[in-house]
T-cell receptor, first 119, second 115 residues
Framework: AQKVTQAQTEISVVEKEDVTLDCVYE???????LFWYKQPPSGELVFLIR??????QNEISGRYSWNFQKSTSSFNFTITASQVVDSAVYFC????????????????FGKGTKLSVKP | ETGVTQTPRHLVMGMTNKKSLKCEQH?????MYWYKQSAKKPLELMFV???????ENNSVPSRFSPECPNSSHLFLHLHTLQPEDSALYLC??????????????FGQGTRLTVV
C-alpha cells in the first residue's frame, strides 16, 4: 500500500545551520509524484516542489535542495543556512498515477516534521 | 483576493449545532478538496470534487456533508459532530481534475472545536 514516512517528528537547529528532513515512501506504482509542502503557523500548506518518478536529478532552489533516490525510496529535503523564517511543519507527500482503490491523484501525506530554527 | 480562502478561520460549535465551512478558490482550478488535520495524525483526505462532481469520499461519516455548487466554491456542512471531530479542516484546489502530477494549493484552514 502507498505510504509516506517522515521519521523525524521535531528538529531544532540554530540559525545558519544546515538541516535535512527525511522522507521515505512506499508505492507499487512505477509512475508517481513526490511533493514537499511547508505549513507555517498561519496554517496553509505552501507548495515547495514536485518531482516525478522518472526524474532523479537533484534540484536546488536557493537555500533549498532535494535529493531523490529511487533505490532507497527517499526524497530528502535540505535547507542550507537555515533562518528563523524557515520554522514550520514540513510535509512530504506522494501521488500515484494508477488508480488503486480510488487513490489516483490523491496526495498521501506523511505526518510532518516540525522544524524550529532558533536565532 | 488571490489563492484559496476559507471562512471562518475559527469555529466553536456544540454537538447539536449545524454549521458550514466555506472555501473559495480564485485560481481557475477545476478540482477542490477537503482535508482533515488532527493532532499527531497525517493529513486525511475527506472529499474530492473534480469538475463539480464528487469523485472521492474516503469513508467519511455522514455528519460531514460536502457541497460544490460551482468550480470556485466548496462547502462542508457539519451537524451533530463529536468532540473527536475537532481539528483543522483544510480546503485545497488544483488544476487538471485532480490528476496526480498537479500540485494542490491550500487555504489557511478552519480550526474547528466541538464542545
Amino acid at each position: 500500500a502507498q505510504k509516506v514516512t517522515q521519521a523525524q517528528t521535531e528538529i531544532s537547529v540554530v540559525e545558519k545551520e544546515d538541516v535535512t528532513l527525511d522522507c521515505v515512501y512506499e508505492t507499487r506504482d512505477t509512475t508517481y509524484y513526490l511533493f514537499w509542502y511547508k505549513q507555517p503557523p498561519s496554517g496553509e500548506l505552501v507548495f515547495l516542489i514536485r518531482r516525478n518518478s522518472f526524474d532523479e536529478q537533484n534540484e536546488i532552489s536557493g537555500r533549498y535542495s532535494w535529493n531523490f533516490q529511487k533505490s532507497t525510496s527517499s526524497f530528502n529535503f535540505t535547507i542550507t543556512a537555515s533562518q528563523v523564517v524557515d520554522s514550520a511543519v514540513y510535509f512530504c507527500a506522494l501521488s500515484e498515477f494508477m488508480n488503486y482503490g480510488g487513490s489516483q491523484g490523491n496526495l498521501i501525506f506523511g505526518k510532518g516534521t516540525k522544524l524550529s530554527v532558533k536565532p | 483576493e488571490t489563492g484559496v480562502t476559507q471562512t471562518p478561520r475559527h469555529l466553536v460549535m456544540g454537538m447539536t449545532n449545524k454549521k458550514s465551512l466555506k472555501c473559495e478558490q480564485h485560481l481557475g482550478h477545476n478540482a477542490m478538496y477537503w482535508y482533515k488535520q488532527s493532532a499527531k495524525k497525517p493529513l486525511e483526505l475527506m472529499f474530492v470534487y473534480s469538475l463539480e462532481e464528487r469523485v472521492e469520499n474516503n469513508s467519511v461519516p455522514s455528519r460531514f456533508s460536502p457541497e460544490c455548487p460551482n468550480s470556485s466554491h466548496l462547502f462542508l456542512h457539519l451537524h451533530t459532530l463529536q468532540p473527536e471531530d475537532s481539528a483543522l479542516y483544510l480546503c485545497a484546489s488544483s488544476q487538471g481534475g485532480g490528476r496526480p502530477n498537479t500540485e494542490a494549493f491550500f487555504g489557511q484552514g478552519t480550526r474547528l472545536t466541538v464542545v
